[in-house]
Structure formats: C-alpha cells, structure tokens
C-alpha cells in the first residue's frame, strides 16, 4: 500500500505539454512558465532567435542555424506548492513523430492558439493524437496585445474543427493597444494588464466584482460597458467549466492573455494546478498499472543523442508510471528480461541535467543508454509486462541510402539501426535487393540522418531517389497466409530496423491492390513497439 507521503509525492506533480502551431507561440509560454516556477530568474534564456541565445536543449549546429528546437526536452519546476513536468514537444512539423510519442508521456496538455489567427493546420493534427487517450486540454489564447478575431468567435471554431466544448474561465477587454486585461469568471475579479511588463512576475492589480465602478476606473467606461454586455452573452452561449467533462477530453478551459506580456500565464497554471489530472496509470499487455502501485514502473518514449556536446552518450526519457526511483535501484528491463541497476539516472531541472536521487510516478527521468534501450521499453519492478499505445507511424517520405566509401557498409547498417531504434527515422531493408531505404515522416529527418551519420559513425552517405510512396506493417493470424504472401509479394516486402516484416509499395494504388488480392494480410499504419 502507498503510503500517505509517497500519496503526497505523486499527487503533486502535474505533468504536461503543449501542443500549438509553429510561431503560436509555445517557446515563450515555456518562458514564463518557467519564470513563475522561479527556475529562471528572467525570462528570455530558453529561446532567442535574434539575440542568437539558444535553448540549452539546442544540441545541433543544424539546429542553431535554422533556429528550430528540433529536440524534445523535459523542465522541472516548482509552482505553488505542486510540482511541474513540462514536457517539450519540437514545433517543427518534420518532428511529429517524436511529438506524438510525447504526448504519450503526458497527462494533459496546453493548447496554445494565436488569437489573430485561430486554429491552425499542426494543431488540428495535434488535437487529434490527443484524442487517442482523450487526455485533458487546458486553452491558452494568445497575443491578446495585438489584434485579435472576435474572441466568441474563436471559440466557435474550437469547437467545430476541433470538436471539443468550450468553457472560458477569462474573458478579454479589449485587444492590441487597447488591451486593459482579464475577468475572471469563476473568481468574479478582473486583473488588470500592464505593458513592457514581460520579463518580470507582475504585481496583480485586481478589481473584485463585475459591476463595481473601480472597474469603469480602471478600463474606461466604455469597455466595461462592453465586457459586461459581452459576458451575458458568453455565458448564455458557452459552457460552464465541468471538471468531469475537462478529465475526459472533452471540455477545455479557456484563458486569454500575452505570453510576451507575461499576462495569464499564471491564470492558467493556477487551472492546470487545480484540474489537471495527477500522475495517471497507463495499459499493459495484462492490464492497467495505476500510479500509485507501490513498484516501479515506466516506458521509453524518446531516445536523444548528444543533448550535451560535453556528454557524448545517449539518452533514454523514461516515464515513471509508477512508484519511485531510488539511486542504485534494480529495475527490470523487461523486453530483454534482465534486471539492471541504475546508479545515474538524469533529471532535468527547468533544462540542466543534474544527477537524481528520486524520482515519483509522473516525473521523466534520463537513463543513459549504451544501446540496450529502445523506444517503448518497458521498465519494471522485476514483473516483464510491457506497457502499449507507443506508436511508430508509416513514413510518408522514402529515399535509397548510399555510402560514398562502399566499404563502411557495416558502419552504415549500424547506424541505420540504431537511429531507427531512437526513432530518428525508419529504416527498410528489401527482401528482394540490398538497398537500404529510410523512411521519414518529415522531410528534415532525412538531414538529421545524414549528419549524425558523418558525426556520430564517420559514414559519409547521400540519397538517391527510390520508387516508394508508402510503407505498412504487415500481420495475419495465420502463419500460414504470412508465409504464402511473403513468398508471393516478396518484390515488395521489407524488414524495418526491429525485423518487422513491411510492405512497400511504389504508388497508393499498387498498395489498395495488394490489400485487395490479400484479405488475410493486415496492413498497418501504425506499429507499436
Ligand atoms: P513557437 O515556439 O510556438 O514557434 O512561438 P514563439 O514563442 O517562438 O513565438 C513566435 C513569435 O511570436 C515570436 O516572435 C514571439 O516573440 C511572438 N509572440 C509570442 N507570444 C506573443 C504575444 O503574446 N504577443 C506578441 N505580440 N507576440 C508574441 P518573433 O519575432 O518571430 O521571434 P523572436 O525573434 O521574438 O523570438
């Protein structure tokens, strides 16, 4: 049984990410999120593109010149008496696998929207991976300093594209130069916003009350007039917020504010405090593990090499689903069946790696990888269940890898594999030739690759054109059928970089074919690992 202390640990901790739109504005929420947890003294040193600071999660010289964070990192901080994991998920759409398995190792996440803009193409996409957990969604609409869409109107169309219920808990005055702050719906007081504020925790001056006359003060009466004819329509035509409904995904709550003005970042932590769901269990083979099991337990979601130049390992991101981390514990690692004692696992302190002593369910922790880790391992208590629902997504991008020197062909194979098993990128060996063909869902990881080739294994590869449009993992119950169809279909058929058997097909039309001449074959879009 947990006991009330170990209860205590895990009840505090909150552990989420973002989900936005490239330029909504993610990298400087991160900022402030941080200046509230106190874990930078000003904000500004996460990213900064002009000033040409970088994020001390940047691990790439390709990284730093194309100003994109291309890596997934994780913040500790602390807020109000909880404990915050802020998962980072790369904005650039090149990424996205990464970006879906994160969101694996989370329990809500923050939407952030440009508010000129409204919902855009990536988040969309985003919304939707969420949707396979339904975890909960917290709304940030941002920008509010400059000129914004009609904010009821912003919510409409969450509602519609993204098909979730709205319910604001702030309600704008004014945007751009006229921008004067938030009423807060639920604690009935309007906080008041100052510019060139940004970089500090602003003192909060606060109105209680919709119709006290210090509000037509503070905003000119005009505005208020208008906040209180606005509110009575809001209130008629939105949602209230229902915390029910908010756990199950299909409910969020909506804050207005400036990231850049660093106002109603603090509204929304306070919300995600308050209503995120604590550290929550996840499905193995055999069932669920709650978070509260007193034994260890967590899976792999993200495997990174050279986060540091100074360290020159790799490393694993294990979430803890449950019990606790203790230096030198033994864990099981379950895939291969052999405990193993870990002594030096990382944390990652608002982005500095520091040694850990212990760790709860819901917090990530670093293991270093010497190459038995993969993506989706399970580590356990001594138990060899495996945790499901982390996915590899079909490439949709596929070139033919090539070695300038043909000797370094066994370099190249290893690298290849060990790329794919940090889920780099995809790699597909034909049955039927010798060719090596990487698979991408983004068309950025093709350059990835061949830089950490030349970096990391001294191989010198180039691309070639390869007449493939798409891949699908191929299963069938009958081991018979798998036998036949692999004889049969052999001319497409391939092994990716963990032995698994995938068709790849030459055009969309060649592969609705192969799925038509072959019912007892499933094709798969996604393979768990
Ligand atoms: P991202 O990580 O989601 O891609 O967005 P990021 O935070 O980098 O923000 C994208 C741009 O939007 C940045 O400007 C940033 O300063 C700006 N921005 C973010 N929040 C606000 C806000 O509340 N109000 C206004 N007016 N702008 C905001 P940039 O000029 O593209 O980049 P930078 O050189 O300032 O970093």
Redo the contacts with the bound molecule.
Sequence with gaps: MATANFSSEINKRRTFAII?H????????TEKVLLFGRALQKAGTV????SGQHAKSDWMEMEKERGISVTTSVMQFPYSDHLVNLLDTP?HEDFSEDTYRTLTAVDSCLM?IDAAKGVEDRTRKLMEVTRLRDTPIITFM?????DIRDPMELLDEVETELNIACAPVSWPIGCGKEFKGVYHLLRDETILYKTGQGHTIQEVRSVKGIDNPELDEAVGSALAEQLREELELVVGASHEFDLELFLAGELTPVFFG????NFGVDHMLDGLIQWAPAPQGRETEEGKVEADSAGFSGFVFKIQANMDPKHRDRIAFCRIVSGKYEKGMKMRHSRIGKDVRISDAVTFLAGDRELLEEAYAGDIIGLHNHGTIRIGDTFTWGDNFRFTGIPNFAPELFKRIRLKDPLKQKQLLKGLIQLSEEGAVQVFRPLANNDLIVGAVGVLQFDVVVARLKAEYNVDALYEHVNVSTARWVYSDSDKKLDEFRRKAEQNLALDGGDNLAYIAPTMVNLQLAQERYPDIQFKHTREH
């Design positions: 936005s490239p330029d909504a504005g993610k990298t400087t929420i990213k900064g593109k002009k904005g952030v941002n920008k509010l300093d400059r400036t990231a850049l003005g």
